[in-house]
């Protein structure tokens, strides 16, 4: 099947052949935040819901799962804060999939980075993410519309991510460029210096704006109320149909002509500074002039969304992280998104303080977490009322 998302490129879906959901089926935490040791099992179900009060390890369960995408999850915690205050300083999260296989992400006392395996045998953390394509929404995200460009920034880039693993490798190499280039600028302007920086920026800078552009053009499919827009220099170079050369032309021209510092700061433009955005189709308003409820709305779609893009386009199903973003919602729009995640390749963990806020939730695990230990796990199945 084909379809033009909108004019900016072509949006092309190829069936893929039937695969087993990649679903967590038990995660274990060792010495993580407050849990000493918590166990998980799913039962193999689509939602697995954790109530309890604050302060009792619900986040650090979500945050456990989103360390297993290979970065740094939902906190951006450094790992010497995660470990169990009560353990030796390291920590791990094991988890196993109904598909048979087994992945684990692990920091050792003393030690500089985490580790993963994947089936007991060491991988790297970016194999970590190929298999298992994690995304969260948290109370941070609430303000996402009418917060910081770099936090809208930050969390489209993750979406993109689970699109394209090697973005994430691109936007920190790209970060790390401007810094050299800074310190270049600062220290020795060496023209033959800057010209190698700023040929390697232009590159990383086009493959930066190509993956945005495209993810937004092709998540935009799958939505209808909303549609997704970026901005940013390089990116509408490539809206306006510069291929990729030119644009790096383009933005190498940009580079060499601005090499001051101003109060020894490097003013530049480029993917640092890009934003993203939604419109409401049916108010034909930007989502941020919208109420909080349309927006949060905006935000749940466009999840939904990214689920069938992501199973759509390269046969994964992806995992999402709730932390008390869903029980924030009315009675109708919880069990709207709930309904149309159900329809989906998709795994979902959430949180909330009342049970009564997920009474309605199908085929779901209702896990209660005090002082970092699960008390005990109640199993429903949908059309079920009893618990086993």
């Not at 979902?348 to 005090?370: E, H, K, M, Y």
Request: glycine fraction near 6%; proline fraction near 3%; charged fraction near 25%.
């Amino acid at each position: 099947m084909q379809r033009t998302a909108n004019p900016w490129m072509p949006v092309r879906f190829r069936p893929w052949p039937p695969k087993n959901s990649i679903m967590i089926k038990s995660l274990t935490l060792t010495d993580f935040r407050n849990h000493k040791v918590s166990r998980i099992e799913t039962h193999d179900a689509k939602n697995i819901i954790i109530i309890g009060e604050n302060g009792a390890g619900k986040t650090a369960i979500l945050e456990a799962v989103s360390m297993l995408a290979g970065d740094k999850g939902m906190r951006g915690a450094d790992m010497g804060d995660i470990a169990c205050f009560s353990g030796n300083g390291g920590f791990s999260v094991f988890s196993e999939t109904i598909d048979g296989d087994s992945c684990c992400v692990f920091f050792n006392p003393g030690d500089n980075n985490r580790h993963a395996k994947i089936n007991d045998e060491n991988a790297t953390l970016g194999e970590l993410g190929n298999m298992l394509r994690i995304v969260w929404i948290s109370p941070k995200e609430d303000r996402l519309f009418v917060d910081s460009a770099a936090d809208r920034r930050a969390f489209f880039d993750r979406l993109a991510n689970n699109f394209d693993s090697s973005h994430s490798g691109r936007t920190a190499k790209f970060a790390r460029l401007l810094s050299e280039r800074a310190f270049a600028l600062k220290n020795s302007p060496d023209s033959k210096w800057l010209d190698a920086l700023d040929n390697q920026l232009a590159a990383v800078a086009v493959a930066i704006a190509a993956t945005r552009v495209q993810y937004a053009g092709e998540v935009n499919y799958f939505l209808n109320q909303f549609s997704v827009s970026v901005d940013g220099l390089v990116e509408k170079m490539i809206i306006g149909g510069l291929p990729a050369a030119a644009a790096e032309r383009e933005y190498r021209k940009y580079l060499s002509e601005t090499r001051e510092l101003i109060g020894d700061k490097m003013i530049l433009d480029g993917p640092h500074k890009s934003d993203f955005g939604m419109f409401n189709n049916e108010l034909k308003l930007p989502v941020r002039l919208t109420s909080t409820g349309q927006q949060k709305n905006a935000l749940f779609d466009l999840i939904l969304a990214h689920t069938n893009l992501l199973y759509t386009k390269t046969n994964r199903n992806c995992i999402v992280l709730f932390d008390e973003a869903a029980a924030h919602l009315d009675s109708n729009s919880r069990a709207r998104i709930f309904k149309s995640l159900d329809k989906t390749h998709t795994q979902v963990w959430a949180t909330g303080l009342d049970i009564n806020s997920f009474i309605d939730v199908p085929d779901a695990v209702i896990v209660t977490c005090q002082n970092g230990e699960i008390n005990n796990i109640l199993y429903r199945k949908e059309g079920h009322n009893g618990t086993n």
